[in-house]
């Protein structure tokens, strides 16, 4: 803690974990806690793994205990703000000595997309659960590799769905398995944000594998399958692009996409790069409805169905994440979504599928 204004945020923060993190298995006391702790090496010191650093210091079953990192100062910088020691501490070219520390269980990936295949085959040859930051990779051949480097490593491979863990829309998957909204019918989702700075790495296809849909609109491909809880049967698609200059060959600006599922429900989704305020799930079927909007963005999420508004609690996702992936990893607790290779991989042939049919204008058919 370096300040009294990090003493505050941390103390409005221990007051939400203590409120309502218990009905999740979240920290009642961390002090008082005994159980089996997760601990983990974040790679890739950037904006997302911030976000999650700050978020795990919550957590009473998963613990920030390593770092690997291209950049020395902000090494030093994390050491000293969350008490790393030296040793757990690596570059990218040296990190496959973390096999020999018996101090690190998993590493969180959470560097440009194109590495991560890389990175997470590495992580998994000296034997540690890798927690992969979406899209796990940049096509479903990459995804099998990681997922088949993982098994043969005998270690986890997890990915940062972290809506999966989300209360609201747990309760709205909760409601459709019940039966409450009926057979379902249709899925809406709408992703994007309009992207800023031409240089970075979200618009360089060789870092990024593609565009808005790698990147934002795997939310509304993610949440079509866990909403309509089917997996597609085939995919139709169209791309917009009206500044070539910003969105490259190969780096999507906006993306319409529809799905068909097995019973007869179809989706119907927009990913992009060119329009702010679009975060909306709706899922109608044949007695009701459930509407979240915001639906994916860092919260707090919120709801309505035909019965009234959502009240499920609000919560830090990354770590309401990090404590589940804790227990998934070294309890074997099983989430009501998969948060797995395989449900990445999934998620990666739609989207494969997607920019074919986009290219193509073909409906294409899927078999997941
Ligand atoms: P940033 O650019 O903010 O951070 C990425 C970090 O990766 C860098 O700071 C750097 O860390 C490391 N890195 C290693 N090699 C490179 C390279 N060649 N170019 C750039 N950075 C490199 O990105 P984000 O944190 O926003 O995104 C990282 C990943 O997290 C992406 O896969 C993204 O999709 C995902 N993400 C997930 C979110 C979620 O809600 N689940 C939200 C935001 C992002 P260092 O200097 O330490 O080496």
Request: positive net charge; glycine residues 8%.
């Amino acid at each position: 803690m370096n300040s009294r204004r990090d003493f505050l945020q941390k103390i409005t923060a221990s007051a939400i974990a203590f409120s309502v993190f218990p009905r999740y298995g979240l920290a009642e006391n961390p002090e008082l806690y005994d159980g089996p702790v997760l601990r983990v090496a974040i790679m890739g010191l950037g904006s997302y793994g911030s976000r999650v650093a700050e978020a795990m210091q919550f957590c009473k079953k998963a613990k920030l205990v390593g770092l690997i990192s291209g950049t020395p100062s902000k090494v030093k910088d994390w050491q000293q703000k969350y008490n790393i020691p030296e040793k757990n501490c690596y570059n990218y070219e040296n990190f496959d000595k973390i096999k020999d520390n018996p101090d690190i269980d998993a590493v969180y990936v959470i560097t440009p997309n194109a590495l991560h295949r890389p990175q997470v085959i590495r992580v998994a040859q000296a034997g540690k659960h890798a927690i992969c930051e979406k899209p796990m990779a940049v096509n479903a051949k990459e995804a099998q590799e990681m997922i088949d480097a993982c098994k043969k490593a005998n270690v986890k491979l997890l990915v940062g769905y972290r809506m999966h863990f989300e209360p609201h829309t747990l309760e709205v998957i909760r409601m459709r398995k019940a039966g409450e909204l009926g057979k379902i019918l249709f899925f809406q989702g709408l992703c994007g944000f309009k992207i800023g700075d031409p240089t970075q790495w979200r618009l360089n296809k060789q870092l990024a594998g593609g565009g808005s849909l790698m990147d934002i609109g795997i939310y509304a491909l993610n949440g079509a399958r866990y909403m309509v809880g089917e997996d597609p049967i085939w995919v139709t698609a169209e791309e917009t692009k009206t500044d070539h200059v910003k969105f490259k060959e190969g780096v999507d600006e906006t993306i319409q996409f529809q799905l068909g599922f097995p019973s007869g429900a179809v989706a119907s989704c927009l990913s992009t790069y060119n329009m702010n305020n679009l975060d909306k799930f709706f899922l109608n079927g044949e007695k009701g409805f459930a509407e979240l909007q915001p639906s994916t963005g860092y919260g707090p999420i919120k709801g309505r169905t035909n019965k009234g508004e959502l009240n499920q609690p609000v919560v830090v996702h990354q770590t309401l994440q990090m404590e589940e992936m804790s227990a998934i990893i070294l309890e074997g607790k099983q989430p009501v979504v998969p948060v797995n290779g395989e449900e990445a991989l999934k998620d990666l042939k739609v989207m494969d599928a997607i920019y074919e049919a986009a290219k193509t204008g073909k409906r294409i058919p899927l078999v997941l």
